[in-house]
T-cell receptor
Framework: DGGITQSPKYLFRKEGQNVTLSCEQNLNHDAMYWYRQDPGQGLRLIYY???????QKGDIAEGYSVSREKKESFPLTVTSAQKNPTAFYLCASSARASGSVYEQYFGPGTRLTVT | EDKVVQSPLSLVVHEGDTVTLNCSYE??????LLWYKQEKKAPTFLFML????IEKKSGRLSSILDKKELSSILNITATQTGDSAIYLCAVGAQGAQKLVFGQGTRLTINP
């Protein structure tokens, strides 16, 4: 069964704590992406990676960090520096690095609540 | 800065109605426009449009791109309650590694 998995589905954290969201894909896709979704704002790009050991900042990278040590995995860490971390986080992947040509496939998302 | 704007932001109709969702964009070196449906969690891919004037169709859903007007529409005919979702439009530029998403249109179909 090919697809993208994200865990956990729901995550609760206290302010000031770092938290890592998992994203794994078995589609053999080169590129992976992290988005944040807030009500009424669509999807905003946090980070993306075209290839193992390489990644680029998206539009709202401040307060987040990523790694891409394996092709299948692209974990996102929400650090205590992120001012408004409560949101719905979506991970996506596409077959090739040119995200404008190949459609992106999405995972089920992680809803993070920080209090 | 690349920009994608969807309208309306929210729409409520009755089952059986036909709806038209709009997406307009400002992108340097446009390459593709994509539509996604998001019901509860993961957006699912609907269409990718690259050429102007060519309609893409899947069942009751259809979409067309107008490069002159820098816009696209998504039509849904004979709507059903299962069509209730957020519909997302995204645009990609030539040589870009990422998509730019609009705010989404929240469509509610009442029985």
């Amino acid at each position: 069964d090919g697809g993208i998995t994200q865990s956990p589905k729901y995550l609760f954290r206290k302010e000031g704590q770092n938290v890592t969201l998992s994203c794994e894909q078995n589609l053999n896709h080169d590129a992976m992406y992290w988005y944040r979704q807030d009500p009424g704002q669509g999807l905003r790009l946090i980070y993306y990676s075209q290839i193992v050991n390489d990644f680029q900042k998206g539009d709202i990278a401040e307060g987040y960090s990523v790694s891409r040590e394996k092709k299948e995995s692209f974990p996102l860490t929400v650090t205590s520096a992120q001012k408004n971390p409560t949101a719905f986080y979506l991970c996506a992947s596409s077959a090739r690095a040119s995200g404008s040509v190949y459609e992106q496939y999405f995972g089920p998302g992680t809803r993070l609540t920080v209090t | 800065e690349d920009k994608v704007v969807q309208s309306p932001l929210s729409l409520v109709v009755h089952e059986g109605d036909t709806v038209t969702l709009n997406c307009s964009y400002e992108v340097t070196n446009f390459r593709s426009l994509l539509w996604y449906k998001q019901e509860k969690k993961a957006p699912t891919f609907l269409f990718m449009l690259t050429s102007s004037g060519i309609e893409k169709k899947s069942g009751r859903l259809s979409s067309i791109l107008d490069k002159k007007e820098l816009s696209s529409i998504l039509n849904i005919t004979a709507t059903q309650t299962g069509d209730s979702a957020i519909y997302l439009c995204a645009v990609g530029a030539q040589g870009a590694q990422k998509l730019v998403f609009g705010q989404g249109t929240r469509l509610t179909i009442n029985p």
